[in-house]
């Protein structure tokens, strides 16, 4: 055996080896690839090998002095996060969100810092820049437009080059003229990030570093050091009573009349609209059982344009525990529901192929709808009824802006809404309820209005009291 090779060990145990002053070693990866430590003694080596093992073995992620965050970062949304899926710990919808978020704004500006030297500073300077900096995501997809873009036109040049050569013009005797260039708009300036998202990255990242410092990874969590930024206090959007009315006079009379309808009457999420089926809708006792919600998965990348893949799932784990629930359905919607079935049955019967999954909204062949496609369709109702435009989530807000001012009780709406806590419903519609109280205030002065008014006629006629 070479002189200053430490001795052979078992299989993936790892080997040590003199280097510089002191030792390393190097331990296999479950990837395939190896890792190297190092020390100042074969048996510090040694250590350091038998934890890497350890945390392979209890699927943590893999430290050493010298990783950056963005190593890190990178094994706990590939090790950590699918494993909290599995357990059950954590919905896949919001793994896949954590994902996204920490490889387009964690990684590019925190990353290529040492995990265990990463300070406050970092964090602020990080936060300030993703409030006030265009997006680099933003510009980063803009890139990738403007290059397709590229592409196609240059594409499409050769074609009409091509065509050329193949068909010959004849000759006119006129001498063409220059081409017309036509002025290209300025692209929209790319805005920053909002306070509301650059306070879910932050908590991204507290996470994260949480987890590090359970792992004993790092001392503290230098991101629960860190004020996140004061969320925006924008108002609910809500369609007023006006619009509301223009709104479903066009509703009524599209395709998707019975979404609309149902969306407004029971102030269902897109997902949980979109993910109904049949089987859960009892027209007979006007009932529908909310079990789950429709969304879009990602599945991987295009090889050859490098867009993302997606595809549709159903999902049976809702927003909060309380999501599940059965409500009762109004007539007007029961009717509504009952002609979509017939068009939907009829459409089914003409149809050449149809794919029956059982929803109730569907495409002209059966399928899931792209929930993309259902806001491009609201767009185009919110414009044919001369209404500003909308989210499709605004017909949440604007069912139970209506209940409210309709006099319904807070905890009703709670109930419709699905909200686990009271509390919550207020601080949504916090403007709302002022509108409310500010009502109910005017209300109060007319009875005591009317009540004065009536003491002194019986006091015969005495004016009012300074008080």
Known sequence: MAAGKGSRRGNNEGSAYRYRNGWAGQVSMP????????GKTKESVFDEIRTVRRAIDDGVPVVSTRM???????????VVLPSRVVAGTLAES?????????RLHIIPVLGRHELRKLSTAHVRQWMTAKLTEPSAAGLAARQRREEEKARKAAEKAAQQQATEVERPKRRTGRKPGPPKRVATPDPKPIKALSARSVGYLVTILRLALKDA?????????????????????????????????????????????????????????KGEALGLRWDVIDLDAGTVEIRRKQRRRLVGIDPDTGRKRWELVEDDDLKTRGSKATLALPEMV??????????????????????????????????????????????????????????????????????????????????????????????????????????????????????????????????????
């Open 94 to 102: 919001s793994a896949e969100s954590y994902e996204l978020l920490t």
């Open 31 to 38: 990837d395939g690839t190896r890792k190297t430590v190092y």
């Open 213 to 269: 410092v359970r792992e004993e990874l790092l001392v503290r969590n230098v991101a629960e050091l860190v004020q996140p930024p004061r969320k925006d206090g924008a108002p609910v959007r809500a369609l007023s009573d006006a619009d509301a009315g223009r709104v479903l006079a066009v509703a009524l009379v599209d395709r998707l009349a019975a979404l609309w309808m149902v969306m407004l009457a029971l102030g269902l999420r």
């Open 334 to 467: 029961v009717v509504v529901l009952r002609e979509h079935k017939n068009r939907q049955d009829t459409a089914k019967a003409a149809a050449l192929g149809w794919h029956d999954d059982g929803l109730v909204f569907t495409t002209s062949t059966g399928r899931g709808i792209q929930p993309r496609n259902v806001n491009r369709w609201w767009d185009k109702v919110c414009a044919d009824a001369d209404v500003h435009r909308t989210r499709v989530h605004d017909l949440r807000h604007t069912s139970a802006t209506l209940l409210f001012r309709a006099g319904v009780d807070l905890n009703e709406i709670r109930a419709l809404l699905r909200h686990t806590r009271i509390a919550t419903t207020a601080d949504i519609y916090i403007d709302v309820l002022e509108d409310v109280r500010r009502g109910t205030a005017a209300s109060m002065d007319g009875i005591l209005g009317r009540m004065i008014s009536g003491g002194n006629a019986a006091a015969g006629g005495v004016g009012p009291v300074d008080v």
């Open 68 to 78: 950056t965050v963005g190593e890190y970062l990178d094994q706990w949304v590939t």
